[in-house]
């Protein structure tokens, strides 16, 4: 049985069922109890499970970042929300140095079973500091699992998976996405982390896009007498690049649309990987589309020039034929 | 002045002893650093030891340690932490602590709880913060004690974990071990009288102890322990410490007063200060200190031999403990 229920509903149910599930799951943040969080990701838990197991933090991203390290190894199961994921970058030690690395230089001997989300992405005109896309910040630091959401359906069962993993997981919903409705199963389900999901098949080229991004190439399509296969890597780090790998083999051509800065960006590293290790399945060079090399600035018209519009994304797409 | 003996004679015995075995394990640490053996860059303890000794006392086994400041491997060795495991560590050995993927920096032997170190100075007070509300949640008595140095003490992030330890009223000790040096910055040009005062707006218990006096700091952290294990909160303790070593081993000290320096040396070193005090008492004899170094080096000498014997890692084994695989779910719909 399926219902249709909104994306951040998808978020706040996989908080609920986790925290109902385990007694070691607890939730923290800025403004999580009575507010609910800035989107309505957690809207009626505090009520439900109690101060002991959501709590309001002062603000400070480094005192959240790193009591979730602390607690971890201690051996709870926290969640922990940043209200914008551009905030990773204000606990920064905490993000690059401290979580994703302390269990690697103990030789394994530290488990850090945290869970952290941060709303992210453009299109609101919050701005250059509440409106980026940072998988490519945290994918670059290896030790973090970082997992974003497109649907309702991956949110709930992404973030469920993410809590219940043994690995400091970063876990990413984009703002824009909020709203959304989709349909997510009645039943108790989790998505595996780490594989990527063929949303759409399609034997002429592979486009791989995730979140916001995902439903604009989706919109680019609809019009393209181009028969489009859709991969949505789910999973950023690490990827599985085998199923975008194997896609391309049949397609022949790749295009990698994402909401991150196209410097030193996640749609670089993706076709990077193809040119290296599966150059003779091209039949043209990779397209890479993302977030032009600007801060992501305020008004409408600037902050949609720089970000990937439908349009951008089927003249990339037409481009390689 | 003669000081009192507060301990009974076997404790006070074990604190000179624990400190002997911390200098003794240095001063190799230092001829085998100097002799290529250890890689990397080694800090030594030189005036701390009284201090890790007192604080290491004081804590129970199931109280967490999250060591911080550049005096680590005095630390290591008050929680616990066997000789060889912390030497093969030094050496980047398969037998060590963490299988030489940590070194110097970050010894964690979580068995111990020892959490080990953030060697970005400064960033272990939160994950101290939250070990401790791990132990609440979990509703046991055991606390969280960590360190850090003055200079580590300008780092916002330490700031933080008052605010954050404050805010729910958590079982964590703050030690800053003030040794008045962040390498060649002196403590004394920062504003409060002493650092501990940094709690007084979190309504902090705070101290402010002469910490190369290992009984002072045995005291001051197993009432700061008892009270954050009845409950009654965090506390802040300064414990003052001359650093009688190079802030690492090459450092010139080019910025110390060689006459300040050897004054400290007379009179601020925790070990030869405490044996005096012990022989003045009968607590111990010149043979029974003797034995005790005899005993340690021969401790020591093992530790080595243990760390030159542990193989290298295999290159490969750089691209373990990355992650815990499978990721959740990950391959079982194939």
């Given at each position: 049985?399926?219902?249709?229920?909104?994306?951040?509903?998808?978020?706040?149910?996989?908080?609920?069922?986790?925290?109902?599930?385990?007694?070691?799951?607890?939730?923290?943040?800025?403004?999580?109890?009575?507010?609910?969080?800035?989107?309505?990701?957690?809207?009626?838990?505090?009520?439900?499970?109690?101060?002991?197991?959501?709590?309001?933090?002062?603000?400070?991203?480094?005192?959240?970042?790193?009591?979730?390290?602390?607690?971890?190894?201690?051996?709870?199961?926290?969640?922990?929300?940043?209200?914008?994921?551009?905030?990773?970058?204000?606990?920064?030690?905490?993000?690059?140095?401290?979580?994703?690395?302390?269990?690697?230089?103990?030789?394994?001997?530290?488990?850090?079973?945290?869970?952290?989300?941060?709303?992210?992405?453009?299109g609101i005109g919050a701005g250059a500091q509440h409106s980026q896309s940072v998988h490519s910040w945290?994918?670059?630091?290896?030790?973090?699992?970082?997992?974003?959401?497109?649907?309702?359906?991956?949110?709930?069962?992404?973030?469920?998976?993410?809590?219940?993993?043994?690995n400091p997981v970063f876990f990413l919903p984009h703002k824009m996405l909020s709203e959304t409705k989709g349909e997510v199963p009645e039943e108790e389900y989790t998505?595996?982390?780490?594989?990527?999901?063929?949303?759409?098949?399609?034997?002429?080229?592979?486009?791989?896009?995730?979140?916001?991004?995902?439903?604009?190439?989706r919109e680019a399509t609809a019009d393209l007498d181009i028969d489009v296969e859709i991969i949505n890597p789910r999973t950023f780090a690490p990827l599985d690049t085998e199923t975008i790998a194997e896609s391309v083999r049949k397609t022949g051509r790749l295009v990698v649309v994402d909401e991150t800065v196209e410097r030193y960006g996640t749609q670089g590293h993706i076709a990077n990987e193809i040119v290296e290790n599966d150059f003779f399945s091209l039949d043209a060079p990779p397209k890479t589309i993302g977030v032009k090399n600007v801060p992501i600035p305020l008004s409408p018209p600037l902050e949609q020039e720089v970000l990937p519009s439908a349009d951008r994304i089927a003249a990339g797409i037409e481009s390689l034929f | 002045m003669t000081q009192n003996v507060s301990v009974d004679d076997e404790t006070?015995?074990?604190?000179?002893?624990?400190?002997?075995?911390?200098?003794?394990?240095?001063?190799?640490?230092?001829?085998?650093?100097?002799e290529g053996?250890?890689?990397?860059?080694?800090?030594?303890?030189?005036?701390?030891?009284?201090?890790?000794?007192?604080?290491?006392?004081?804590?129970?086994?199931?109280?967490?340690?999250?060591?911080?400041?550049?005096?680590?491997?005095?630390?290591?060795?008050?929680?616990?932490?066997?000789?060889?495991?912390?030497?093969?560590?030094?050496?980047?050995?398969?037998?060590?602590?963490?299988?030489?993927?940590?070194?110097?920096m970050h010894v964690s032997d979580i068995g111990r709880k020892l959490y080990g170190h953030a060697a970005t100075i400064g960033s272990g007070q939160n994950p101290a913060v939250g070990l401790a509300l791990a132990e609440e949640i979990q509703e046991t008595d055991n606390v969280a004690v960590t360190t850090i140095g003055d200079g580590g003490t300008s780092r916002g992030s330490f700031h933080t974990a008052l605010?954050?330890?404050?805010?729910?009223?958590?079982?964590?000790?703050f030690v800053i071990e003030n040794n008045e040096w962040a390498i060649s910055t002196p403590a004394e040009s920062l504003s409060p009288d002493h650092l501990s005062d940094y709690g007084i707006p979190h309504k902090m218990a705070t101290e402010s102890i002469d910490g190369s006096d290992v009984e002072a700091v045995y005291h001051t952290v197993s009432e700061a322990i008892e009270r954050a294990r009845n409950g009654g909160g965090p506390t802040v303790i300064e414990s003052r410490v001359a650093r009688?070593?190079?802030?690492?081993?090459?450092?010139?000290?080019?910025?110390?007063?060689?006459?300040?320096?050897?004054?400290?040396?007379?009179?601020?070193?925790?070990?030869?200060?405490?044996?005096?005090?012990?022989?003045?008492?009968?607590?111990?004899?010149?043979?029974?200190?003797?034995?005790?170094?005899?005993?340690?080096?021969?401790?020591?000498?093992?530790?080595?031999?243990?760390?030159?014997?542990?193989?290298?890692?295999?290159?490969?084994?750089?691209?373990?403990?990355?992650?815990?695989?499978?990721?959740?779910?990950?391959?079982?719909?194939?």
């Open positions: 049985m399926t219902r249709e229920i909104t994306y951040v509903q998808a978020v706040a149910e996989a908080i609920d069922e986790e925290l109902a599930r385990d007694d070691d799951v607890i939730l923290f943040g800025e403004d999580v109890e009575e507010f609910g969080g800035n989107f309505g990701e957690t809207e009626g838990l505090y009520q439900k499970h109690g101060r002991d197991r959501v709590r309001n933090t002062p603000l400070s991203e480094i005192g959240i970042a790193g009591m979730a390290l602390g607690a971890a190894v201690g051996g709870i199961r926290p969640v922990a929300e940043l209200q914008f994921a551009d905030f990773a970058a204000t606990a920064g030690d905490e993000v690059f140095n401290q979580i994703p690395k302390q269990p690697y230089v103990s030789g394994g001997k530290l488990k850090a079973p945290l869970t952290i989300f941060a709303p992210s992405g453009a945290l994918g670059n630091v290896p030790g973090w699992v970082v997992v974003t959401a497109t649907t309702p359906y991956d949110a709930k069962g992404l973030f469920k998976s993410a809590i219940r993993d043994d998505l595996a982390l780490g594989e990527a999901a063929v949303e759409e098949e399609g034997d002429d080229v592979t486009v791989v896009a995730t979140q916001l991004m995902f439903h604009r190439a | 006070a015995r074990q604190f000179l002893e624990g400190m002997l075995r911390i200098d003794i394990f240095e001063e190799e640490t230092k001829e085998r650093f100097g053996e250890i890689p990397g860059f080694v800090h030594l303890s030189g005036g701390h030891e009284g201090s890790h000794i007192g604080m290491g006392a004081a804590m129970g086994d199931d109280d967490w340690l999250a060591v911080g400041g550049a005096r680590l491997i005095g630390q290591y060795i008050a929680k616990g932490v066997p000789l060889p495991d912390i030497m093969a560590e030094l050496y980047g050995r398969v037998g060590g602590s963490n299988k030489g993927h940590g070194g110097q605010v954050f330890a404050a805010y729910w009223d958590l079982p964590v000790v009688l070593v190079p802030h690492f081993e090459g450092d010139k000290e080019t910025y110390r007063d060689t006459d300040e320096y050897e004054r400290l040396k007379e009179e601020k070193d925790p070990i030869e200060n405490y044996r005096e005090r012990l022989l003045e008492r009968d607590i111990v004899t010149e043979t029974g200190i003797e034995d005790m170094i005899a005993n340690i080096e021969t401790e020591v000498k093992e530790a080595v031999e243990f760390a030159r014997e542990s193989p290298e890692p295999e290159p490969e084994a750089a691209y373990d403990h990355v992650y815990r695989t499978p990721l959740y779910g990950q391959g079982e719909n194939q």
